[in-house]
């Protein structure tokens, strides 16, 4: 069963609040000086690590394990984005 997520922008740090159902579950936290975050939702720790300028990409990697589970590959404006899982299975962010 998919979960819808919604969020919120804290307006001073830039960080993001995650909702369900209107109950927060977790949060998105940005490392200071760089573009990289740590997540935490569901009681599950994870952390983005973000790689290059002109090809840009993103790794989301379980924080207890150091497991890469998805690599995020944006597009050359960072407006689309390809979420590729461990899995195998592909997401196409628009």
Same mark, same amino acid.
């Given at each position: ?26 949060? &998105? #936290?940005?490392?200071? !000086?760089? /573009?990289? =975050? ?33 690599? &995020? #590959?944006?597009?050359? !404006?960072? /407006?689309? =984005? ?13």
């Amino acid at each position: 069963m998919s979960k819808f997520i919604n969020w919120k922008s804290d307006w001073f740090s830039g960080n993001f609040h995650l909702f369900v159902d209107g109950l927060q579950k977790g949060a &998105i #936290t940005f490392t200071m !000086w760089t /573009s990289n =975050a740590e997540s935490m939702f569901e009681d599950k720790n994870y952390q983005f690590a973000n790689e290059g300028f002109w090809q840009s990409r993103t790794k989301v990697i379980d924080k207890k394990t150091n497991e890469v589970l998805a690599i &995020i #590959t944006y597009d050359s !404006w960072k /407006s689309k =984005a390809l979420i590729s899982l461990n899995t195998g299975e592909q997401y196409e962010w628009k």
